[in-house]
């Protein structure tokens, strides 16, 4: 059996009206984009990304300019005050004085306490999420509010409480452990890693669950239909389409714990096996700030890490930051 269409005929004002209602996403999604890519959005945006980019330049001139140069005038009077050299750098990354030591070991510290804080923070955050979206449990919506206002509450308010449980408990466990292995050190990056991951939890939830709620709950009810735990659907459905998500807030995360400075200096302990790069740029100041050649030299050195992450990833943070932004 065929069936032949069958044209309804329509007056001009009702087919007008039909139109705007079934054009009516897509004509909301057609806005936001032609106004972010509109000529002023772009010329407002290419001035901020000019003034941005203004002192990370001064600092990378100043990085080759000599100490006497650097003292006497300003990056900007480079063409008056022509000079080059390679001597900051060459004493930030191989000198083994006292005053300014290898850069190397901060380095490792610096990436040995951000890649797994990123990662801890980043998967216990989507699991939680998902539980608070998808999974029914009395309480779910208080546990959000309550995660929700821990953004609200200064870090500061919570260093000497979580020192003092570290002194109390996580100290005594490592020495014990250090006692029977040596070869494992007394000095460990657990507290930094609590820390980061404590303080980093509650935004990352409360952004990743807004992502993950949204996602169609045909979906994850096609899954349960098909057998499917809640294990499966977290890690077949829900991560896969979290990514971009997932990528904008490990940009995020890692710049925060990269460029940390005030976590690093309360449970790190300051000792060279454990201080991230970081503590050891405010110490290369000297004693009463004058050695901004070591500084502005050591200071891009920090600047090369964070710039691959956030050029890799570019492409997922933009898909995330836009995500859900052109939604009814």
Same mark, same amino acid.
């Given at each position: 059996?065929? &069936?032949?269409?069958?044209?309804?005929?329509?007056?001009?004002?009702?087919?007008?009206?039909?139109?705007? #209602?079934?054009?009516?996403?897509?004509?909301?999604?057609?806005? /936001?984009?032609?106004?972010?890519?509109?000529?002023?959005?772009?010329?407002?945006?290419?001035?901020?990304?000019?003034? !941005?980019?203004?002192?990370? @330049? #001064?600092?990378?001139?100043?990085? @080759?300019?000599?100490? +006497? $140069?650097?003292?006497?005038?300003?990056? !900007?009077?480079?063409?008056?005050?022509?000079?080059?050299?390679?001597?900051?750098?060459?004493?930030?990354?191989?000198?083994?004085?006292?005053?300014?030591?290898?850069?190397?070991?901060? @380095?490792?510290?610096?990436?040995?306490?951000?890649?797994?804080? /990123?990662?801890?923070?980043?998967?216990?955050?989507?699991? %939680?999420? &998902?539980?608070?979206?998808?999974?029914?449990?009395?309480?779910?919506?208080? =546990?959000?509010?309550?995660?929700? %206002?821990?953004?609200?509450?200064?870090?500061?308010?919570?260093?000497?409480?979580?020192?003092?449980?570290?002194?109390?408990?996580? $100290?005594?466990?490592?020495?014990?452990?250090?006692?029977? =292995?040596?070869?494992?050190?007394?000095?460990?990056? /657990?507290?930094?890693?609590?820390?980061?991951?404590?303080?980093?939890?509650?935004? %990352? =939830?409360? *952004?990743?669950?807004?992502?993950?709620?949204?996602?169609?709950? +045909?979906?994850? +009810? %096609?899954?349960?239909?098909?057998?499917?735990?809640?294990?499966?659907?977290?890690?077949?459905?829900?991560?896969?389409?979290? /990514?971009?998500?997932?990528?904008?807030?490990? =940009?995020?995360?890692?710049? !925060?714990?990269?460029?940390?400075?005030?976590?690093?200096?309360?449970?790190? #302990?300051?000792?060279?096996?454990?201080?991230?790069?970081?503590?050891?740029?405010? +110490? $290369?100041?000297?004693?009463?700030?004058?050695? !901004?050649?070591?500084?502005?030299?050591?200071?891009?050195?920090?600047?090369?890490?964070?710039?691959?992450? @956030?050029?890799? *990833?570019?492409?997922?943070?933009?898909? #995330?930051?836009?995500?859900?932004?052109?939604?009814?």
């Amino acid at each position: 059996m065929t &069936y032949t269409p069958v044209e309804i005929p329509l007056d001009d004002e009702t087919k007008k009206e039909f139109q705007r #209602g079934f054009n009516a996403d897509g004509t909301k999604a057609a806005r /936001v984009k032609k106004r972010l890519t509109s000529r002023t959005a772009t010329i407002v945006s290419l001035i901020i990304a000019v003034i !941005w980019i203004i002192p990370t @330049f #001064g600092l990378f001139i100043s990085s @080759f300019r000599p100490e +006497e $140069l650097i003292k006497t005038t300003g990056w !900007w009077t480079i063409f008056q005050n022509p000079g080059f050299t390679l001597d900051n750098y060459k004493e930030v990354l191989f000198s083994s004085s006292s005053s300014s030591p290898q850069l190397g070991a901060y @380095f490792v510290n610096s990436l040995a306490i951000t890649i797994p804080v /990123v990662v801890f923070a980043t998967v216990l955050a989507a699991m %939680a999420a &998902y539980a608070l979206a998808w999974i029914p449990f009395k309480g779910a919506g208080w =546990i959000f509010i309550v995660i929700f %206002a821990l953004q609200i509450v200064p870090l500061q308010m919570a260093l000497i409480p979580l020192l003092q449980m570290f002194t109390t408990w996580i $100290l005594p466990i490592q020495r014990f452990v250090h006692d029977i =292995i040596p070869i494992i050190p007394e000095q460990s990056y /657990v507290q930094v890693w609590i820390a980061h991951t404590i303080f980093g939890l509650p935004l %990352a =939830i409360f *952004l990743l669950h807004n992502f993950i709620s949204e996602i169609p709950g +045909e979906l994850i +009810e %096609a899954a349960r239909v098909d057998g499917a735990n809640h294990g499966q659907i977290f890690l077949r459905i829900i991560l896969p389409l979290s /990514v971009p998500i997932l990528a904008s807030f490990a =940009i995020f995360q890692f710049l !925060w714990v990269w460029n940390d400075l005030l976590v690093a200096l309360v449970f790190s #302990g300051g000792t060279p096996d454990v201080a991230p790069l970081t503590q050891r740029l405010a +110490e $290369l100041t000297g004693n009463r700030g004058q050695e !901004w050649q070591r500084l502005t030299a050591a200071a891009f050195i920090s600047l090369i890490v964070p710039l691959i992450v @956030f050029f890799s *990833l570019q492409r997922y943070f933009v898909r #995330g930051l836009l995500a859900g932004s052109t939604k009814g």
